[in-house]
């Protein structure tokens, strides 16, 4: 899907206002099924409380993520603008769908929509035929395009999950940019049979979910990791622009005791010149 490329070798990347450093945050809202489908896949880990053994429908883990859709998503947009940065949404359809006053509160803040899967108990893998993951991903770009009035340019895949052909598929539905990709510093060029698609790689180790949940990364800790790669990455866009897009979820993320540590941590990162 792409050439191998060493950083140090390409043409000087240059960002708007010639900023070293471009900040991507990309908030994931998304729905948790009761049920989902018995031919549907699923993240081992989806479910908080699986290793209870409790019985789907499993409301225990699927009221928490929807603390996300209640609450936390309007913390996380308001921390997010208080420093300049306006997110990029990835909804899935099912969200797209039935939370029509969260899609015209983001659309309000300026926040552009990426398209993210049916919901969240669906993921796309290589189980899947062409014939079963072309119309998934139709499905997706429809709903989007339906609530919001635009068709999505971005897609980021529910739990990063792409099969072999998942690129090709992106880039003949007319989708610009995937973010499933965790192998750069700089978005690069994807190789397509037909349409244009670029990776904005993402910083997987930063994903909340990852860190917070995954590795029990204390929020301090976590907090410290973001400051620590902006700076780093800063210093190592002397040369040549890079990019830091993080990955956040509003029920992880949006909890009160959380928020406050992002909002420190993105006053600290952003408090200079060079950042975009």
């Not at 014939?131 to 499905?139: L, M």
Request: one cysteine or more.
């Amino acid at each position: 899907h792409y050439a191998w490329s060493p950083i140090v070798e390409r043409p000087r990347l240059q960002w708007p206002e010639d900023a070293r450093l471009a900040l991507c945050a990309i908030v994931a809202l998304e729905h948790i099924e009761w049920e989902p489908p018995a031919a549907s896949v699923q993240a081992p880990n989806l479910y908080a409380h699986l290793a209870l053994k409790r019985p789907i429908p499993e409301f225990w883990s699927v009221s928490h993520r929807e603390y996300g859709h209640r609450v936390g998503i309007l913390r996380l947009i308001e921390v997010l603008e208080k420093h300049g940065l306006r997110a990029t949404v990835a909804m899935d359809a099912m969200t797209a769908r039935n939370y029509p006053y969260l899609v015209h509160y983001l659309a309000d803040h300026g926040c552009e929509f990426a398209a993210h899967g049916i919901s969240a108990s669906r993921m796309i893998t290589s189980r899947m035929s062409e014939d079963e993951e072309r119309p998934y991903i139709d499905e997706t770009i429809a709903a989007l395009r339906q609530a919001t009035g635009h068709a999505p340019a971005g897609w980021s895949g529910v739990e990063y999950g792409e099969s072999a052909r998942t690129p090709q598929l992106l880039a003949q539905a007319g989708i610009r940019y995937v973010c499933d990709w965790a192998n750069d510093e700089q978005p690069y060029r994807m190789t397509t049979a037909a349409g244009e698609l670029y990776a904005l790689p993402v910083m997987v180790e930063l994903d909340d979910v990852f860190a917070l949940r995954d590795r029990s990364f204390g929020v301090d800790d976590y907090c410290q990791q973001l400051e620590d790669a902006f700076d780093t990455m800063y210093r190592d866009a002397a040369i040549s622009g890079r990019v830091l897009a993080i990955n956040l979820h509003p029920w992880l993320m949006g909890q009160p005791f959380r928020a406050e540590f992002l909002d420190a941590a993105l006053g600290r990162m952003l408090r200079g010149a060079g950042g975009w």
